[in-house]
């Protein structure tokens, strides 16, 4: 029964890699984000940046205002001021400016809500993606996308990334189609590479944050969890050693 199971979880877990190697190969490599929830600047200067140049299109249904200013340490005249785009309350949900007919119209149909996408997709995925758009002419919005080809968007970063172009490797035997392999930024844009590098990250954190609000708190109150657990064995060990004494 031991070698049955053994051998049932080794097919599983060789499964699992098959399936992670494919969607690697399918998608393309990664990079790390080396985002860090415990930053608060870089947090808020993430709100500030998808606010600005992705909540027209894509909403946070799941996170409110008022639990955004509370966490990241924004008041209320702040939020309300500066982040706040749809004259909605102080303690509504975030939603998007755009009218679902107008994004139906412009893009097929509406953006999708983007309060879970670092849990179903990854800081590491959402990172990669928002540096691989490049110029296309053959489709419709004139973007594409090398981690997730032929993807209905444009990028909303242009202006601060540049025009990326793509460099093309050889033809594949089978299929006839040639890759991207380089992405190069033949127009510069109003951020060098470094800089932008850090706007792609602090948004990568926020949306981190967004997908798991509680995950702020939680790591704080890790940590007296953990000293308090450390200060128990303490105790026991002492009451070990008290209880042994008189044993012979």
Not at 67 to 79: I, K, N, P, Q
Not at 120 to 145: A, H, M
């Amino acid at each position: 029964m031991t070698k049955k199971w053994i051998a049932l979880l080794a097919s599983a877990a060789a499964g699992l890699l098959f399936s992670a190697a494919a969607l690697a190969a399918a998608g393309g490599p990664v990079q790390q984000a080396g985002n860090d929830l415990s930053d608060r600047a870089s947090l808020q200067r993430g709100a500030k940046l998808y606010m600005n140049y992705c909540s027209s299109c894509h909403s946070l249904k799941f996170l409110r205002y008022s639990r955004m200013a509370e966490d990241l340490g924004l008041t209320e005249e702040e939020v309300m001021g500066n982040l706040n785009f749809t004259g909605a309350k102080f303690g509504e949900h975030i939603q998007v400016t755009m009218r679902d007919a107008d994004g139906t119209e412009w893009f097929g149909k509406m953006p999708p809500d983007l309060s879970l996408i670092s849990r179903v997709r990854g800081s590491d995925w959402i990172y990669t993606y928002l540096k691989s758009f490049y110029l296309d002419e053959s489709r419709p919005l004139g973007w594409n996308n090398t981690l997730f080809p032929n993807a209905s968007m444009p990028n909303p970063l242009w202006e601060l990334q540049g025009l990326q172009h793509a460099e093309f490797g050889e033809p594949d035997a089978a299929t006839g189609e040639r890759q991207p392999e380089r992405l190069v930024v033949t127009n510069p844009g109003r951020l060098q590479g470094q800089e932008f590098d850090q706007v792609v990250r602090d948004i990568t954190n926020f949306l981190e944050y967004a997908g798991e609000p509680a995950a702020l708190k939680r790591q704080a109150l890790g940590v007296w969890v953990i000293l308090f657990l450390v200060l128990l064995t303490f105790l026991g060990y002492l009451l070990k050693q008290e209880y042994w004494s008189d044993v012979h």
